[in-house]
Every structure is written in C-alpha cells, then in structure tokens.
C-alpha cells in the first residue's frame, strides 16, 4: 500500500512539474523536462547528507537517503530514470554506488558502513577498519571515490554550501589526509572540468556580497566572471560541455566555450521577495544527459528537501 501510495504521488507531482515549466517558459529560457522524486513536507531537512545523491555508472539509476518526517527514520531510495516509482531499498544514510549492481552506505544500529547487492539484498560490511578512526561516533555521512579507491568521511549534516568532508581514508582504514573547504579564499563552492585544467567557482568576496562564477584556471582561486547573483550551487558536466549553476530558484545551463546561458529550470520566482526556497546541491550523471537538483525548502513546519532530476540531452544552443 505504501509503496502504491508513493507511486501515485509521484506521478501527479510529475505531471504537475512538466505543465509548471510549460507555462513559464521565457525567451531566454530553455526549461527542461523534469521528474521530481520526492514529494512536499514527506521528507525532513534534518536527514540530508553529501553527497545528496548518488549516480549509477550506467547513469540510469540514483540512489539517495532522506528522513521520513513521519517515521523519523532514514531511508535509502532507488529511482531508475524515467520510470514513475520510487523503491525503498534499506533504512540508512549516505548511500554510495560500488559498481552497478552494489552500493555503500552508512548502516546506523550498529554503526558500521555495508555494501549491499541491488538484486540479493545480500550484505557484507565494509571496510570494517574505518570504525577504527577517532571521530567514528560523530560521523554522519561519507564519500566514497570508485577509481582512487577511497572514504572521505563527513562530520556535519548538510549545509547551505556543499562541504566535502574532513578526512580521507583508503579501504583498509589508513588515514591518506585531510579535505579542506576554501572559504578562506572566499570561494564557498567549486566544480573542476574533467582533466582538472580549471574549475568553476563561486565567488564570495565579502559576508552578505552576491556571489560570482568564475572560471580559474588550476591552481588559481580567481578568474573570468561570468555570472553574478544570488548563486548557491554549481557543477562542470562530466563531458565539459556545460556548466550547471543554482541561482535562488533557478537553474542555469553555461556552455563554457563561449559562455552563453540559458535559464533550464525554475521552481519559482526568483525576484518574489517571500521566497526561501533555493537550489543547494547539484550533481550530473556521469554521461551528462541529466541533471539531480536539490531544491531546499526552509519551513515554518520543518525544512524538507525537493529532489528533481533534469533532462539535459535535449539543449538547443543558438550558434
């Protein structure tokens, strides 16, 4: 019943973001085709962890964790794209693609960190050393990196820019380094391009200033400005073609090539002076045809998150 009942929610909600984005296209809008997986006020603010979501390496599956407002319980979710239900998988946080067919993810009773099979259920724990660390009992998510083979644990819940971790550990439990945030550069989030020869930053060069992204070169925290705003979030494509940036409730496609922009999703308007809803986490699938957005909703009955996912293979970019 349940899982028929999200079914159904999902559906409407589906139905209701694609004739939301048809009405409010503007000229200088391209606005996308749009799923939104998680429903208003079902889901708590207070479960939300980094990374928001987690890609398959197929790209045609996510996976993500939010706290059931009415169980108080954290759950893992998997949403295959473009189907219209969303599975519950297994109580948890943080969950983390291995491969296609497994994932990681932060088991809480006992607290330890468990791979488990998609298709089985099957679970084995994993990296059993980490439990090890000084600070396990504070930890509330993690990160873990397929190719470089690592655990960047997380200390805090999510905030209003992406934090990306404390400390870094390999599988066997051995502490590899430290992971620093660059706000004393003024610099509240990035994204690298692909080979690492740049990054697209966000700006901040006084508390309470609008923010600017820029794109620097490697090794340089500054660089051409090329949007200026009320900006809260930005990810480089895997592909390096487009840039993704969350200005208040708006999302913008910049092809950094040439810098043009389009507008490809609005969740609101930008300029009513009653909205506190803002878009706080963006994450591309690894072939860069769709978008997960996380739109964050401050409430006086509790914060919950909204979690969209994006077409992107279908832009149209004027020559």
Known sequence: MRVALIVVVIVALGVGAWALYGKLTAPDSQLVPAWQLTQSSRYSGIGLTDPFISWSP??????????????????????????????????????????????????????????????????????????????????????????????????????????????????????????????????????????????????????????????????????KSILTGNLTSVAWSPDGETIACGESVLVHALRPSDGKRLVVARFGDPDDPLEKRYVSRLSWSPDSKFLAVLLYVPSDMGDYPLIYVLSMSGLKWES
């Open 58 to 223: 197929d790209s045609r599956t996510v996976l993500f964790s939010v706290m059931d407002m009415r169980t108080r319980e954290d759950m893992i979710y998997r949403w295959n794209v473009g189907e219209n239900e969303l599975q519950r998988i297994v109580p948890g946080a943080s969950p983390n693609f291995l491969s296609a067919e497994e994932f990681v993810y932060l088991k809480r009773e006992p607290k330890s960190l468990v791979a488990r099979d998609l298709a089985s259920g099957r679970e084995r724990e994993f990296a059993p050393a980490i439990k090890r660390t000084q600070f396990w009992n504070e930890v509330t998510a993690f990160t873990y990196d397929p190719a470089a083979y690592t655990i960047t644990l997380r200390l805090i819940e999510s905030t209003r820019y992406y934090t990306p971790g404390t400390e870094v550990y390999d599988t066997s439990g051995k502490r590899i380094g430290d992971v620093g945030t660059r706000l004393s550069e003024g610099i509240v989030d990035f994204s690298p391009n692909p080979d690492g020869s740049a990054s697209a930053v966000l700006v901040q060069e006084t508390e309470g200033a609008p923010l600017s992204l820029q794109i620097a070169d490697k090794g340089r925290s500054r660089g």
